[in-house]
């Protein structure tokens, strides 16, 4: 068994990967089984994958992925140690980050400092529909944007609710070699990845973390 080597290759094994430790998410798979088939990956099983019913049973999904790995003589099943290695294989172009913040005025709050956060100058902040996080519950007492080993870091409150976890972001960061990963987390499922060069992200969050300014 061997570990996967291209891109379409690493796309389904990460796919699988976060279905196995989230076995409602059948969609997911059965996505990822379409793409490999149409980037040329070959199985009979990935072709029965792609076609399967979301209302499949957990445990004959299980027996069907374990048998499409087979046939592409993929290592499976995942295990914690391996999970991270393949979770970022996709590829991901590098983007920029820069971190503000402002006193919106909001119908939960007037004035109140959030974190905005712009990536490749777009404010994914407001994109999210959402107020950013208070600096200091993001900065201190610890920064919870340095990146290491994955760790889910909620960046901004609800609009509807003003309570943190009332309809809140949150985002996965991991450090991938040379690169820093986040998806953004919608109820556990990832909507969207973004990479980051490690080095300039590192110095824009301690950047952030020291400025003072806004108070």
């Known amino acids: 068994m061997r570990t996967p080597t291209t891109p379409a290759e690493n796309d389904l094994y990460e796919a699988a990967a976060l279905w196995w430790n989230r076995p409602r998410d059948i ?19 990935l072709a029965e994958l792609a076609g399967v019913s979301t209302a499949e049973s957990v445990i004959t999904m299980r027996e069907l992925v374990g048998r499409v790995f087979d046939e592409l003589d993929l290592l499976w099943p995942p295990s914690d140690d391996e999970l991270p290695t393949f979770r970022y294989g996709r590829e991901l172009a590098i983007s920029t980050l820069r971190l503000s913040v ?4 909001t119908d939960w709050a007037v004035g109140v400092p959030m974190v905005t956060i712009h ?8 994109r999210a529909g959402r107020s950013g996080m208070h600096p200091d519950d993001l900065f201190r007492p610890v920064n919870r944007l340095a990146a290491g080993e994955p760790a889910i870091v909620p960046i901004s409150e609800s609009n509807e609710c003003g309570v943190l976890g009332c309809g809140g972001v949150s985002v996965r960061i991991a450090r991938d070699g040379d690169r820093v990963v986040w998806e953004w987390l919608d109820n556990g499922a990832v909507t969207t990845r973004h990479a980051f060069a490690a080095d300039a992200y590192e110095a824009e969050i301690a950047r952030a973390a020291d400025d003072d300014t806004w108070r």
Do not use: F, K, Q, R
């Not at 059965?30 to 199985?43: E, K, P, Q, Y």
């Not at 990536?119 to 407001?126: K, M, Q, Y």
């Open 102 to 105: 402002t006193h919106p005025d």
């Open 119 to 126: 990536i490749d100058d777009e404010n994914w902040t407001a």
């Open 27 to 45: 969609g997911l798979v059965v996505d990822a089984a379409c793409d490999a088939l149409v980037a040329g990956l070959d199985s009979d099983g």
